[in-house]
């Protein structure tokens, strides 16, 4: 079973407006982390966001917001007033301990390409 | 300025060679990590080190070796056994305590 569920392979949104970036996760773990990383077409990896699973608000970063339903295992990213620039692929990862317990490792999903039109 | 450098950019061998990827971070991290990215597989993970002289295998680990001699170095050796190693391949490191990554600008294998 796949870790880290993107079910959006491609998102198109209008300059300005708003676009929720969809993300599930499985963990058994309950002490995780939640991210989503920007990557453009140059191939740099952005950080963006973070959530653990302990907190108890939604994390915001400017314009990024994570809307995190525990229950549901869902982490959400949503993008207000999109920009152009903001064309690019976006990826959801987790954070959980590995079977040995004792280290960290982090998991991808598959990722969403975001097409911003003018 | 702190950060991960990987080298080289881009790379192209012939079947049936080692090749080998450098990732060197000063940002004094801990912890380690290589990914392979695919069109449309997202980011997989190969390796990880948590601590000097120490690392684990990650999800697609066959064909490759790696090392952690030095806590700043963290080199990929993509081997002759790698049915298909053309890729992207990126560094990154994280602190223990936040696990946020910190990526390099990544290798491009292209393999002949």
């Given at each position: 079973a796949q870790k880290i569920t993107q079910t959006q392979p491609g998102m198109f949104v209008q300059e300005k407006e708003a676009v929720t970036l969809d993300c599930t996760y499985d963990t058994s773990d309950p002490s995780y982390g939640l991210f989503w990383y920007k990557q453009p077409s140059s191939g740099e990896m952005i950080f963006l966001i973070y959530q653990g699973s302990y907190d108890q608000q939604n994390a915001t970063e400017g314009r990024y917001s994570l809307n995190f339903q525990k229950a549901r295992k869902s982490a959400?990213?949503?993008?207000?007033?999109?920009?152009?620039?903001?064309?690019?692929?976006?990826?959801?990862?987790?954070?959980?301990?590995?079977s040995g317990g004792s280290n960290y490792k982090l998991t991808f999903g598959k990722g969403t390409l975001l097409t911003v039109n003018p | 300025d702190g950060g991960i450098t990987q080298s080289p950019k881009y790379l192209f061998r012939k079947e049936g060679q080692n090749v080998t990827l450098s990732c060197e971070q000063n940002l004094n991290h801990d912890a380690m990590y290589w990914y392979r990215q695919d069109p449309g597989q997202g980011l997989r993970l190969i390796y990880y080190s948590q601590i000097v002289n120490d690392f684990q295998k990650g999800d697609i680990a066959e064909g490759y070796s790696v090392s952690r001699e030095k806590k700043e170095s963290f080199p990929l050796t993509v081997t002759s056994a790698q049915k298909n190693p053309t890729a992207f391949y990126l560094c990154a490191s994280s602190i223990q305590v936040t696990g946020e990554l910190f990526f390099g600008e990544g290798s491009r294998l292209t393999v002949l």
């Open positions: 959400n990213l949503v993008i207000s007033a999109s920009q152009l620039g903001d064309s690019a692929m976006y990826f959801c990862a987790m954070r959980e301990l590995d | -």
